[in-house]
């Protein structure tokens, strides 16, 4: 049973880019979180997908998208970037309704912008 | 706004010892709580988790941690700690009727031989 998978692992963008994460959530999983971990700090909350919906937001700004597909899979989208959007970018899938409430996270996208 | 506060971003203790990481909430109603582990280079793994069942929960690894309501801790302990427990440490909380993690600044963990 393949867990929480998350592409690309590495990569090297510049300022003002714009990147795509990916991430497939663990088999029998219908809802995605995504959390960007800054280097020495913990996971800070980005959204949250159910139902192709983005269904709580944390406190980042619209550079910030994402969206889910039918098959539960979700991208991240960040827009114009910045120096300090470079962290690990971690996917999480749970269950909504009918799961234990644990979180089963990704290795997560390591994004470093120049 | 609730918050986590772990106390000690780094911790030492020899192989064998007792490990003792701590956690500290802020909550008006007692939430859902968390501790994960996360090894360099990879994603954060579930040690436990305390959902207003047991006080005192038991995780992989020979983890365990105790929620006490009155003090809002709900530290990690082991009695004997491994080399392979060298890693980071975040404890997280899940508000009331939220499904998002908050959590701590984490604490690194080192054992010696």
């Known amino acids: 049973d393949a867990g929480v998978t998350q592409s690309p692992t590495h990569l090297i963008k510049t300022r003002g880019q714009q990147v795509t994460l990916r991430c497939s959530p663990k088999s029998g999983h219908d809802t995605v979180s995504w959390y960007q971990q800054a280097l020495g700090q913990g996971p800070q909350f980005i959204f949250q997908?159910?139902?192709?919906?983005?269904?709580q937001r944390g406190n980042f700004p619209d550079r910030f998208s994402g969206h889910q597909f039918p098959n539960y899979s979700s991208e991240l989208n960040v827009n114009a970037l910045l120096l300090g959007d470079s962290a690990l970018y971690l996917c999480a899938s749970s269950q909504l309704y009918f799961g234990t409430g644990e979180l089963f996270f990704g290795e997560g996208s390591r994004l470093t912008v120049l | 706004a609730q918050s986590v506060t772990q106390l000690g971003s780094h911790v030492s203790v020899s192989e064998g010892a007792l490990v003792l990481l701590r956690c500290n909430y802020s909550s008006s109603v007692p939430p859902y709580l968390f501790w994960y582990v996360q090894y360099p280079n990879q994603g954060l793994q579930l040690l436990l988790k305390y959902t207003s069942a047991a006080t005192l929960v038991k995780g992989i690894n020979g983890f365990e941690a105790e929620f006490k309501k009155s003090e809002t801790s709900f530290h990690l302990t082991k009695p004997s700690a491994h080399m392979s427990d060298a890693a980071e440490y975040f404890c997280?909380?899940?508000?009331?009727?939220?499904?998002?993690?908050?959590f701590g600044t984490g604490t690194r963990l080192q054992v010696f031989p």
């Open positions: 997908y159910y139902e192709e919906e983005e269904r």
């Open positions: 997280a909380v899940r508000p009331y009727n939220t499904d998002k993690l908050i």
